[in-house]
């Protein structure tokens, strides 16, 4: 097979098999996100079809690791060309790595980001907050669906432990007891009397707002953003930290995001406020949202495949893909162990070289539920029970992965305890079970 007859499959099982509507722009350089409009787990399956229709065989390691940006990348996949290499570059300058300045941010969780954003532009380290996320709440629905976003879910953990880590009232302007037209009256209330440092938070429907990034091309899409007014009555200024994007959208577009039904929230705070957290409320909170002994994804993960193998409920195999469908959105949650361990490890002053052995491993934990993923599609297109042990097995060995760095970040803990004695932590806040699990 040729590069071109790669390319040609390529366009053959988006417009026959997945009868994909973007297809104007397609060709060689074609981005898939960009330009086809196909999230990640569009792309998996597209690449599942691909395998399947040509006879091949792509490991899901090989499907995990590489970057498919474009078809021309994907078609270097199928013909199993090594990936390309980059151009050169200048020579980076010194870097004292996790010790000095970080060079990226996390863009995990919309709702950390938003309230994150004030305190990265005063310097003030917001990392240690990442700790609630890499096993930040989702859901599993009553038909053993994995779901990023839940109406019974709020962010009332976020808020207790943001205020008294970082001294910021978050306070919330949406009521859900009154209609839309009502809180989306307070919103426009609260903009028109917005203060210079105040940031106002409002949950939105980003599936109605195509000119904003959507990689999972969810529908719904809950997401939080920064919105102010401008000069322009029909302008909005909108700041998305997230997803690192701020420009200008109509006024009417915005609104009618807010007005879905699928979304209700939103918070105005003044970050101007904010102070570094005391040494006794980070080690409250970590103590009170670090979860050692299980891994909460890994171990619903493992649920919904046992429920659909055993075909509880009238559950099959070949519900498996549909029910796991959102899984790339909360595996990403993963990467926030990197900030819990760069802020023990500068706190700490250890050697930069054992922190990028276990960013190596954090990004192992990452592409090993991506892999999986991919083995979770296949299963539920062959619906061939016998492959339901090796994923199964997978979910093992990803459960001891993410072990082993949950018991390195504990001993961090444990040596940054050390040095920080202080008092007791005062583990006055929200119970347990209401810490994100």
């Given amino acids: 097979m040729t590069r071109d007859d790669a390319v040609a499959a390529i366009g053959t099982v988006l417009r026959e ?22 999230d990640s787990v569009q792309v998996l399956q597209l690449v599942l079809s691909l395998e399947m229709s040509l006879g091949l065989s792509i490991p899901e390691e090989a499907v995990a690791a590489r970057d498919l940006a474009t078809v021309a990348d994907l078609a270097g996949l199928l013909l199993r060309e090594p990936a390309a290499a980059e151009g050169p570059t200048a020579p980076a300058p010194p870097s004292e790595g996790v010790h000095g300045d970080l060079p990226y941010d996390l863009k995990i969780h919309c709702f950390v980001s938003c309230v994150c954003d004030g305190l990265k532009a005063r310097r003030i380290d917001h990392r240690p907050f990442y700790i609630l996320i890499w096993d930040a709440e989702f859901a599993i629905t009553d038909e053993a669906r994995l779901a990023y976003h839940a109406d019974a879910m709020d962010h009332e953990v976020f808020r207790y432990w943001f205020t008294r880590l970082y001294g910021v009232p978050l306070m919330s302007w949406y009521d859900p007891s009154r209609t839309k037209d009502e809180n989306v009256a307070t919103l426009l209330d609260l903009l028109a009397r917005r203060a210079p440092e105040e940031r106002v938070m409002v949950m939105v429907d980003l599936f109605h707002l195509p000119e904003r990034e959507n990689k999972f091309n969810q529908n719904p899409f809950p997401h939080y953003l920064l919105v102010s007014l401008t000069e322009d009555p029909d302008l909005w200024q909108v700041r998305d930290p997230d997803f690192r994007w701020e420009g200008v959208i109509a006024r009417d577009r915005m609104l009618n995001a807010i007005r879905q039904p699928s979304v209700a929230g939103g918070y105005h705070f003044d970050p101007s406020r904010a102070r570094p957290p005391a040494d006794a409320d980070l080690a409250a909170f970590f103590e009170a949202c670090f979860i050692p002994e299980a891994n ?15 075909g509880r409920g009238g559950l099959t195999l070949a519900g498996l893909g549909e029910a796991l469908r959102e899984l790339p959105v909360i595996t990403i949650r993963k990467w926030a162990y990197e900030h819990g361990f760069a802020f023990f490890w500068r706190a700490l002053r250890w050697p930069d070289a054992a922190f990028q052995r276990i960013c190596d491993d954090i990004e192992a934990l990452v592409n090993g539920l991506t892999a999986l993923h991919y083995a979770v599609l296949r299963l539920a297109r062959t619906q061939d029970p016998a492959q339901v042990a090796a994923v199964m097995s997978r979910l093992d060995d990803l459960d001891a992965r993410e072990f082993a760095l949950k018991r390195r970040l504990a001993e961090a803990y444990r040596a940054w305890r050390a040095t920080h004695p202080g008092p007791a932590p005062a583990l006055h806040h929200p119970t347990q079970e209401g810490c994100p699990t």
């Fill in 17 to 38: 098999e997945m009868h994909h509507p973007h297809l104007d722009r397609f060709g060689p350089w074609a981005r898939l996100n960009e330009d086809l409009y196909l």
């Fill in 296 to 310: 909460p994804l890994i171990d619903a993960v493992r649920a919904i495949v046992a429920a659909h193998a055993e």
